[in-house]
């Protein structure tokens, strides 16, 4: 993998369709953002249930809410700043698998590459529960419909895969709407809307403590704010300064987004005292309803679910990709390369790896039921995964910052492991999020063992480059 500031432009795959080649023709402005606001999808529609999950782990303290959002913004800012490093170092994309790779041998790429599968199958579980959350908010007498509606929505994304990436500009609308319609409700309840009761609970701590012991929960949150680093792949039209710039505007652009409207939205919710939902409601839905009028509450829910299963499909053509790009073939050399069955290699017109979708449908909609359909059930193993996922990155960019003495970005990668290190540790303490971590290695573990089996072939650090472009 290279490591240099001065690769070389990567030139289109050959199997990219030429209807694909002419979308990417596009002006820079307009590929900047609909490569940005798809991409971001992930991390903004984190905004629906990370907030409800700090204030469940405030025990309902909305006077503590605030700080512990601003902690979790600002963590994730310190990893953005690490990021933006690590995408100068790889413009060709690959993420934490490629710099884990570059910095401690190809065989640590699979840590990496196990959190992230197992990332995808929580983001889509999680998004289509949260979706369904949505819609049983806006109309409770789906409540009792909760697991099949969430398991409906899942087979629906999934089939839309079938068609390959044309949804990705979908996303990018979607995002932008959730945007626009977000601020719209901020405005609404800061200027008009008439406060509730206070909430008169404690989250029986010392307020330090409190907030050290509940922002963890909420760094569901910095799910996705990596993708770019990664997703950068995906534009080969491009050269590594092209594609630099564009994936570090990415990355601070979701922490202007979703900075923004996590602070936004979880002060109006400590100003309208809206505190833990009834059950078969949400949080920000009850923050919703009480800024805007019913018309505006309406397309807001509906909004924010689109979003939710936009996060979802994004998931379902990134892990099928990367298990596309693991699967065993021939390549154009006539030599053996990959490391998975081959059917999970197998794809239709579209380029849609159908059999490694089908795997992805079956495990998560298996996380699904284990959890009821309840996307507050599953938060708790979300902020694990992708922190281990984090944690080799970072380490990655430490040791490349000792090796070539830059002491102010070593600071920043060992600050940045350490605090990382702190979340995973406060969130594996509760327990059953160990099944995260655990099912991470395990993948990582059998990727590694059946790559020995097939003789260390090279290139499995570049797989996530592989799946992306």
Request: net charge neutral; proline share 5%.
């Amino acid at each position: 993998m290279p490591s240099s500031d001065h690769t070389q432009p990567r030139r289109a795959p050959d199997d990219v369709p030429s209807g694909r080649l002419r979308a990417l023709t596009f002006s820079r402005p307009v590929l900047l953002f609909a490569f940005a606001f798809a991409v971001m999808a992930d991390p903004v529609s984190s905004v629906a249930y990370a907030i409800e999950a700090a204030l469940r782990a405030l025990d309902g303290d909305l006077g503590l809410l605030l700080p512990t959002m601003g902690l979790v913004v600002a963590v994730i800012g310190l990893i953005i700043a690490n990021y933006h490093g690590l995408i100068g170092r790889f413009p060709e994309g690959g993420g934490a698998a490629a710099a884990a790779g570059s910095a401690f041998g190809e065989a640590w790429a699979f840590i990496p590459i196990g959190a992230l599968i197992v990332d995808f199958v929580l983001t889509i579980a999680i998004s289509v529960s949260a979706a369904s959350s949505a819609l049983i908010a806006f109309a409770a007498g789906l409540a009792p419909l909760r697991i099949p509606l969430a398991l409906l929505v899942l087979l629906v994304v999934a089939g839309l895969t079938w068609f390959g990436h044309v949804g990705r500009a979908i996303f990018a609308a979607m995002t932008t709407v959730f945007v626009v319609v977000a601020i719209v409700i901020l405005v609404g309840g800061f200027s008009g809307a008439a406060a509730r009761p206070p909430v008169d609970l404690s989250a029986g701590h010392s307020p330090v403590i409190a907030i050290l012991l509940a922002f963890p929960v909420a760094m569901a949150l910095a799910t996705g704010v990596e993708a770019p680093s990664s997703a950068i792949a995906q534009l080969g039209q491009l050269d590594d300064a092209g594609r630099r710039r564009f994936g570090r505007v990415t990355i601070w652009l979701t922490l202007l987004i979703v900075g923004s409207l996590t602070l936004g939205l979880t002060a109006l919710a400590v100003h309208l005292n809206v505190g833990i939902p009834a059950p078969d409601e949400t949080q920000i839905s009850e923050v919703a309803k009480a800024s805007v009028a019913h018309r505006l509450y309406t397309a807001f829910q509906i909004v924010t679910a689109l979003l939710l299963l936009a996060a979802a499909s994004s998931s379902f053509q990134a892990g099928p990709g990367l298990l596309k790009a693991l699967a065993r073939r021939v390549s154009k050399d006539a030599e053996d390369t990959g490391i998975l069955h081959p059917a999970l290699g197998t794809v239709n017109p579209h380029h849609t790896p159908y059999v490694a979708v089908g795997l992805f449908v079956a495990v998560s909609a298996a996380v699904v039921a284990a959890a009821g359909a309840q996307d507050q059930e599953l938060v708790l193993f979300y902020a694990v995964s992708v922190f281990l996922s984090f944690l080799a990155g970072l380490l990655a960019m430490a040791k490349f910052a000792r090796q070539e003495g830059r002491r102010s970005t070593l600071a920043l990668s060992l600050l940045g492991a350490l605090v990382v290190t702190f979340t995973l540790a406060i969130n594996l303490s509760r327990g059953d999020p160990i099944a995260s971590l655990l099912a991470s290695l395990l993948i990582a573990g059998v990727l590694w063992r059946l790559w020995v089996r097939a003789g260390r072939p090279r290139g499995i650090a570049s797989a996530v480059v592989e799946a992306e472009s």
